[in-house]
């Protein structure tokens, strides 16, 4: 059953919140990145994320209130969009992650790709969910990758 998540543009207005969820303890230790950021370090950050064409970043919503993000990058070597995501910490132990995460796909129409800490079988969980497959380990990162199926056009009769 697909639960209803709604998906906004993140913006400027939104560093606090995406701030808060990306410095809980939990998320730091299941990113790749896990020092914690300041303020004004994040907010540098939002403001080039949201000029780079190349970047995808939604606040995934839920009955009226905000439950996550989701990010994907685009990475020209591989012909596929990075994804990385954040649930609020609130919300986590109820499902919504899968679901939240499943509805951004659905907005993206190439190949797309995750990168996941053998230790977070959450995330591991989530990109089986979405139809990825394991097809690489490096140290403690597995690569999970799905292709996406063009849509055929048919032929002019």
């Keep these: 059953m697909a639960l209803d998540i709604g998906l ?8 606090e919140q995406l701030l808060l969820w990306r410095n809980d303890e939990t998320t730091r230790l299941a990113s790749h990145q896990t020092q914690v950021l300041s303020l004004s370090e994040h907010q540098s950050w939002l ?16 009955l009226g209130q905000d439950i996550g993000t989701v990010r994907a990058d685009y990475l020209i070597e ?26 951004f796909v659905d907005v993206i129409d190439d190949d797309i790709c995750a990168e996941i800490k ?14 990825c497959t394991l097809i ?4 403690t990162i597995q ?3 799905k ?3 063009a849509s055929k056009i048919p032929a002019k009769r």
């Design 8 to 15: 906004r543009a993140v913006s400027i207005e939104d560093a």
């Design 47 to 62: 403001a080039k994320s949201l000029c780079n064409p190349q970047r995808k970043l939604y606040i995934a919503q839920y």
């Design 78 to 103: 591989r012909q596929a969009w990075l994804l990385s995501w954040t649930l609020a910490p609130e919300k986590r132990g109820q499902g919504l992650a899968k679901h939240m995460v499943h509805a």
């Design 118 to 131: 053998d230790s977070n079988l959450a995330s591991i969980k989530i990109a089986l969910f979405i139809g």
């Design 136 to 139: 690489d380990t490096k140290k």
């Design 143 to 145: 690569f999970y990758f």
């Design 147 to 149: 292709k996406r199926i």
